[in-house]
């Protein structure tokens, strides 16, 4: 599965995992909506050349940082979410979906007047055959994080920060992470593990311990052509952001780890690369990456662990998480079958 620095039984990983129990996690970002509607294809419309889908079901499942925080709870951490939703319908069932877990600090979740960020999945397929997503449409009212609004979320980083075990900053681009609180936590919490996973800044993250680019992300980090050989990229990247560790996902490549001290690791994908749905896979990543590290793993264990809880998800339709007990599974089977 991966190079070894040492050798690696499945009882050193599993003991890890039975640490994630009450890990104190702060996910700081863009908490929005997974909405999933699903549907029958009967017949072809007569207004366009369309087919007509037959609604069945829905379902809404918190997105972006919120599938960060979801996956945290699954796994067994104690979460601390700081971010901004709407007061509308869809916020209020995010409240609602969050608040079924006894783990988890709710007060850093900020209701601001409007609509929350919302991304809307339809699904198609027939009664028997597996749903395909047939188009995606993304709801951006675009909330401001206004100064008054920002004071809070400094306040509920001051109240909490001595007390965590680690810090997500999930950013997806919709305002909630910006430099400024990515310089507060570099120099208020720089005791901490601080994991960056960034879609568009990942330049302001220098500095932190670790950033989790996929492999788009870490091309454009470093202006490279898209031909460039990983381990050039990864270097690259290595000397000019202070950073502990990169951790850069290549989907069915599976995963490259950067350490500071110029150890290199690939480690390929532990499952199938036949995946069901690969949503909110590097959510899933980011989250048992940081849980493994606040657990007492270094990064080589903590990126084996990852990789296999992103082995699983990408087995699940939709916005998925992975358990302690399905991780274990995994990580048995694997070791079962490979020595």
Known sequence: MAEKRYKISDSLILDVIDNF????????????????????????????????????????????????????????????????????????????????????????????????????????????????????????????????????????????????????????????????????????AKDKIIVGDSRYNLKNYNGITMITPNEAEAYALCSAEEDTDIESVGKTIMGFMELEALWITRGNKGMSLFLKNGDIYHIPISGTDDVTDVTGAGDTVCAAATLSLASGADYYISSLIANFAAGVVVMKRGTATVSPDELKRNIKEWFKANG
């Open 21 to 188: 129990k009450g890990k104190k996690i702060c996910v700081i970002g863009d908490i929005i909506a997974d909405v999933f509607i699903f549907g029958k294809p009967y017949r072809l419309s007569r207004e366009a050349p369309v087919v007509v889908i037959r609604y069945e079901n829905e379902m809404v499942c918190p997105g972006s940082a919120g599938n960060t925080i979801n996956n945290l709870l699954t796994l067994g951490a104690y979460v601390y979410p700081i971010g901004i939703i709407g007061t509308d319908s869809t916020g209020d069932r995010l409240i609602e979906y969050f608040s079924r877990f006894n783990d988890i600090d709710l007060d850093g979740i900020i209701r601001q007047k409007g609509e929350t960020i919302t991304k809307t999945r339809i699904l198609a397929g027939d009664t028997h055959t597996s749903k395909q997503q047939v188009i995606r449409i993304d709801k951006d009212p675009g909330l401001k994080v206004s100064e008054k609004l920002k004071k809070r979320l400094f306040k509920k980083m001051d109240d909490i920060s001595k007390n965590m075990d680690a810090f997500i900053l999930s950013d997806y681009g919709h305002g909630t992470v910006d430099k400024e609180i990515i310089e507060y936590l570099k120099t208020n």
